[in-house]
């Protein structure tokens, strides 16, 4: 089987596999997203003119873990087995919840701990007050490591005002203030309003890390870029003789992207689209198998604006797991949905200006097509579909279980 054959079965494969999880996601449109997720913790704030406390939220087996200091466990601990060991896990999140006001640390005072269930799992609500409050700020700081450094740094932990009896809010379960990850340290939490300006900075930056963090977003670039210093002449690659009409090439390829995953990312965040997580993740990897198809067969790469189009869609439904615990009222949420797609475009545009002059300087080369075209696409190819497996390994099982529920 020589390369062409070879790819073009590649090709019909990867698209019947596309396919079908294409028409799997469709089962998913109406389902809506839990409140509380599979490995994140929360704190919740209780603020009153004169009072400050609260609850930090947290899965029986994410509790399992601190008590064993292990990443995974088989078995959880039951509700009498949390309470028995209640002082213990006081005395772990007193070490990883940190407040304090003008320098001065408060006291965190736990007090009891209560349990609901949800269809994530059990949660331990662990009750905690703060004496010596007179009369509450408008702006705390607050450092969280619920889980991350010691266990899990996948884990996020989420901070939020459940109620403030100085503007009415009441029963927040929707509007996360701060978000913590590995190797975050103090932040400001705004007990009141947050500043529109600090909104936006945080959500700007926020956008353009997530770019340059997310691998896989950096290889899809990176597989539309091997292709754009060149051009198709009779069905075979030869370089490119404009660096203006590759520029300009990739600027609207890029442009397409955006206008996709912009529509897309705004009907996730307000809650028009809702996906499982592991399913988008897929298909983002897909995204890199189909694009680096084109690179291989260059009959099939007149079809990557098609690709472009529906992988920007899944690309954006991506982005929006990142903003869907946004911590604002739904009239400052535009604000922080704007700036946070900025962010992203601003970080592909570093990425395009850094990469695609060092690959036209390159496009000449005898090498360039066989090592960099044909060989890095297929590299690519193997890495996305290794993530592929990984992101759906878990998630087929699950599906199934779900259509056997569903049929009886």
Known sequence: MNLRSGANLIARRSALTLQAVLWLGLLFFATTANAHRVNESYVYFDVTKDSLGGRIEVTLTDLTRIQRGQEKVSESLDQAEVLAGMGAFFDYFEKHLQLSFEDTPYQVEFEEITFFDTSVDTFAQLHFGIPGVETTPTTIQMYYDGVFSDIDPEHRGYALIA?????????????????????????????????????????????VWHIWLGFDHILFLVTLLLGAVMRIDNQRWVPSESIRQSLWYMVKIVTVFTIANTIALCLATFGVITLPVPFVEAVIALSIVAVA??????????????????????HGLGFATVLEPLGLDPERKMLGLATFNVGI?????????????????????????????????????????LWFFERTVDWFPKFSQSVVMLVN
């Open 293 to 314: 198809i084109g690179n291989l067969v260059p009959r099939y790469h007149a079809q990557v604006w098609i690709a472009v189009v529906i992988f920007g869609i899944f």
């Open 163 to 207: 109620s403030n009896a100085r503007n009415g809010m009441d029963e927040n379960e929707a509007y996360i203030s701060l978000v913590f990850a590995p190797g975050d340290g103090m932040k400001d939490l705004y007990l009141n309003d947050e500043p529109s300006k600090d909104i936006a900075r945080a959500f700007f930056e926020r956008g």
């Open 345 to 385: 475009e601003i970080g592909q545009l570093a990425i395009v200006l850094v990469l695609f002059p060092i690959l036209f300087a390159l496009r000449r080369l005898p090498a360039y097509r066989t090592v960099a075209l044909h060989f890095g696409s297929v590299v690519l190819m193997a890495m996305a579909a």
